[in-house]
């Protein structure tokens, strides 16, 4: 499926965000993480929630420009970068969504050994997730609850 098209929508109230979220948590909490990484923008929500269900006090991000505009992926755009010891190893990062995959590769460029999770995935990015909550076909555009 060409980049861009899509045939589905799905909404998310911010009680479903916080309901899935707190799943996530659950999937993760089977180890101490050394901090936690936000990919922005998305990813500061799951960060906040994240932050407190697993206890985790260390809170950094990592930003990275990818859309154009509304459902427009454009070239990836590295704002803010950030460098850990051991290439991340013991860090999670979090990011709302997977979607082509461009944004978490470039993440795993940065730091090989870090957890990466996402509570949304589509297929053409799912692979790239380390732990991810829920399925969302490729053709789908994903509204979040602060973009309503």
């Known amino acids: 499926m060409a980049e861009g ?22 999937k993760l909490k ?43 992926q454009g070239e990836l755009n590295l704002l803010k970068s950030i460098s850990l010891e051991d290439q991340g190893e013991g860090w ?6 997977v ?4 944004t978490i590769r470039l993440v795993r460029e940065l730091l090989p050994k870090a957890h990466v999770a996402t509570i ?3 297929p053409a990015g799912m692979d790239l997730a380390d732990t991810y909550l829920t399925e969302v076909a490729q053709d789908c555009w994903v509204f979040f609850p602060w973009e309503e």
Do not use: N
């Open 99 to 102: 979607d082509t995959g461009k």
């Open 5 to 26: 098209v899509y045939h589905q929508e799905m909404h998310i109230s911010w009680q479903e965000f916080h309901d899935d979220t707190r799943k996530l948590a659950d």
């Open 120 to 122: 949304y995935a589509k």
């Open 30 to 72: 089977y180890r101490e993480w050394k901090g936690l990484l936000a990919i922005t923008r998305g990813g500061l929500g799951p960060a906040t929630v994240l932050s407190r269900e697993l206890d985790i006090v260390h809170v950094d991000t990592v930003c990275i420009a990818s859309y154009d505009d509304e459902k427009s």
């Open 92 to 97: 999670l990062v979090i990011d709302d969504l």
